[in-house]
């Protein structure tokens, strides 16, 4: 019955009217009264919970401003560019111009010719391409280049047949005209050997030609009497031969023995050219080649040759023409 003791309607006794909770919950609050808040002191309560500010992945655009090159400048990127390009086009015209002279220095073949072997910076270009392992078969490379080794024993033949009549001029001055017809025949033989009967004949073995052959066998025929008539030795014909040599010796025994040796030298080149003679027909006969086919190489050669097209277009232009003015 206790809880009926207590009057209500007595007055209260050390009643506290502060000691509400809720009261004393403010007045002990850690939050400084407004009066003394500072906002420059560093505050661990309400500044440490204050919310930050949300990123965004965007960014604001920003104009920039335009800025348009001055006519210098222009003017000089427009010169920088045209010298660029001139650079450029006279490195290709040098390229060309290279490529050129390559393809003239090349043969028929389309490789570089490499004889007679030149150095680089002669003002002369080889004029011929001559590879015996290459262009000839192995059962012709022999004879080949035994014609190729006969060609060069009769140049320096001939140079010596010239130092001879040189000599026998200078002890008898009465057959200068052999000194003279020595000079002769060293320019005119020296190239003319080579082109008329050995490269013939390098190309008969290279591409089995019946008209090089037969071209060969006549120019050849005739360079086998030159070299009897040199061994010979007909008095002031320019060739230091047998009978020179012994009308040598009657006015000098040292011109008489110089000449002896080119004389030698005259008998094994004629020799020389009847065995090699006979040894190319031997091929000759065994590759199947006829006088019918070197006729039909020499056909086909005259009419696919840019010489002859242009010739006869040529006629046959003028021919038209003159019928044309005939008919006016």
Same mark, same amino acid.
């Given at each position: 019955?206790?809880?009926?003791?207590?009057?209500?309607? @007595?007055?209260?006794?050390?009643?506290?009217?502060?000691?509400?909770?809720?009261?004393?919950?403010?007045?002990?609050?850690?939050?400084?009264?407004?009066?003394?808040?500072?906002?420059?002191?560093?505050?661990?309560?309400? =500044?440490?919970?204050?919310?930050?500010?949300?990123?965004?992945?965007?960014?604001?655009? /920003?104009?920039?401003?335009?800025?348009?090159?001055?006519?210098?400048?222009?003017?000089?990127?427009?010169?920088?560019?045209?010298? %660029?390009?001139?650079?450029?086009?006279?490195?290709? @015209? =040098?390229?060309?111009?290279? %490529?050129?002279?390559?393809?003239?220095? %090349?043969?028929?073949?389309?490789?570089?010719?490499?004889?007679?072997?030149?150095?680089?910076?002669?003002? $002369?270009?080889?004029?011929?391409?001559?590879?015996? =392992?290459?262009?000839?078969?192995?059962?012709?490379?022999?004879?080949?280049?035994?014609?190729?080794?006969?060609?060069?024993? #009769?140049?320096?033949?001939?140079? &010596?047949? &010239? &130092? *001879?009549?040189?000599?026998?001029? $200078?002890?008898?001055?009465?057959?200068?005209?052999?000194?003279?017809? +020595?000079?002769?025949?060293?320019?005119?033989?020296?190239?003319?050997?080579?082109?008329?009967?050995?490269?013939?004949?390098?190309?008969?073995?290279?591409?089995?030609?019946?008209? +090089?052959?037969?071209?060969?066998?006549?120019?050849?025929?005739?360079?086998?009497?030159?070299?009897?008539?040199? =061994?010979?030795?007909?008095?002031?014909?320019? #060739?230091?031969?047998?009978?020179?040599?012994?009308? *040598?010796?009657?006015?000098?025994?040292? /011109?008489?023995?110089?000449?002896? $040796?080119?004389?030698?030298?005259?008998?094994?080149?004629?020799?020389?050219?009847?065995?090699? &003679?006979?040894?190319?027909?031997?091929?000759?006969?065994?590759?199947?080649?006829?006088?019918?086919?070197?006729?039909?190489?020499?056909?086909?050669?005259?009419?696919?040759?840019?010489?002859?097209?242009?010739?006869? *277009?040529?006629?046959?232009?003028?021919?038209?023409?003159? @019928?044309?003015?005939?008919? #006016?």
């Amino acid at each position: 019955m206790s809880e009926f003791d207590n009057n209500p309607f @007595a007055d209260p006794v050390n009643v506290n009217p502060f000691n509400d909770p809720s009261v004393t919950q403010a007045t002990h609050s850690t939050v400084e009264p407004v009066d003394q808040y500072s906002p420059f002191t560093k505050n661990d309560g309400l =500044a440490t919970h204050t919310t930050p500010a949300t990123t965004s992945p965007y960014q604001p655009a /920003v104009l920039q401003p335009s800025t348009e090159p001055s006519p210098q400048a222009t003017a000089a990127a427009a010169q920088a560019n045209l010298l %660029r390009q001139q650079e450029e086009l006279e490195r290709k @015209a =040098a390229e060309l111009d290279r %490529r050129e002279q390559e393809l003239q220095s %090349r043969g028929p073949t389309g490789k570089e010719n490499n004889w007679p072997p030149l150095p680089k910076n002669f003002p $002369i270009k080889p004029c011929f391409y001559q590879d015996f =392992a290459e262009e000839i078969p192995q059962e012709y490379q022999r004879v080949c280049k035994m014609m190729y080794y006969l060609w060069m024993f #009769n140049c320096v033949t001939l140079f &010596l047949n &010239l &130092l *001879a009549c040189l000599a026998f001029f $200078i002890t008898s001055p009465s057959h200068g005209i052999d000194f003279g017809l +020595s000079i002769l025949w060293f320019f005119i033989f020296t190239p003319c050997s080579f082109l008329c009967w050995y490269r013939p004949v390098y190309k008969a073995f290279r591409s089995d030609s019946s008209f +090089s052959f037969f071209f060969f066998f006549f120019v050849f025929f005739v360079q086998v009497v030159v070299f009897i008539i040199q =061994a010979v030795g007909i008095p002031y014909w320019g #060739n230091s031969g047998w009978i020179s040599t012994i009308n *040598a010796f009657s006015a000098s025994k040292a /011109v008489g023995g110089i000449m002896v $040796i080119v004389a030698i030298l005259f008998t094994m080149c004629a020799v020389t050219s009847i065995v090699l &003679l006979k040894m190319v027909h031997g091929i000759y006969r065994r590759t199947g080649a006829s006088f019918l086919k070197a006729q039909q190489e020499f056909s086909q050669g005259v009419f696919t040759s840019k010489g002859f097209q242009t010739a006869a *277009a040529g006629a046959a232009s003028s021919a038209a023409q003159g @019928a044309f003015r005939g008919n #006016n």
